[in-house]
């Protein structure tokens, strides 16, 4: 069986993806198109493979698939939000500020407060991905809280 879950930054999809291939014994892909894995070269294996679990961000996939093309050769879509869209934008701010995607953090109202700005912005970006999740077709949707 071939697992997709979709899942915006900051939403648990990391952590959720790798319980469910390790719970399935599956294998797990993170992010494979993304540039940053240096995985691209190997797209066209992973689309084959049996018994996975693939983790992708809302569009990842575009230079690479359409979405009804990317959609039709997994058995089960699963889309995870998360509902608190101003928390999951202020970790997603501090992740790239910090450039620590995994790893705890700590943060204070200041530094909030002085990336008021950027954190608004991040909103309406995971808000518009949020909104592109919740609508694929014949996904399960779950969410982070």
Do not use: C
């Not at 540039?35 to 996975?52: A, C």
């Not at 575009?62 to 995870?80: E, T, V």
């Amino acid at each position: 069986m071939r697992i997709l879950i979709i899942s915006p930054s900051r939403t648990g999809g990391n952590i959720f993806s790798k319980w469910l291939s390790f719970e399935l014994s599956y294998k797990w892909l993170h992010e494979p198109f993304n540039i940053n894995n240096n995985l691209l070269d190997k797209i066209s294996y992973f689309m084959e493979l049996d018994n996975v679990v693939m983790k992708l961000n809302p569009f990842e996939w575009r230079n690479h698939y359409d979405d009804k093309k990317l959609y039709s050769s997994f058995d089960k879509i699963i889309g995870l939000t998360r509902n608190d869209t101003l928390d999951s934008a202020i970790s997603y701010t501090k992740a790239i500020d910090t450039k620590n995607f995994t790893k705890r953090y700590n943060l204070d109202e200041k530094w909030i407060k002085d990336n008021e700005e950027e954190i608004n912005n991040n909103l309406n970006y995971l808000s518009n991905l949020n909104n592109f999740v919740k609508e694929i077709d014949n996904s399960l949707q779950i969410t982070y809280e």
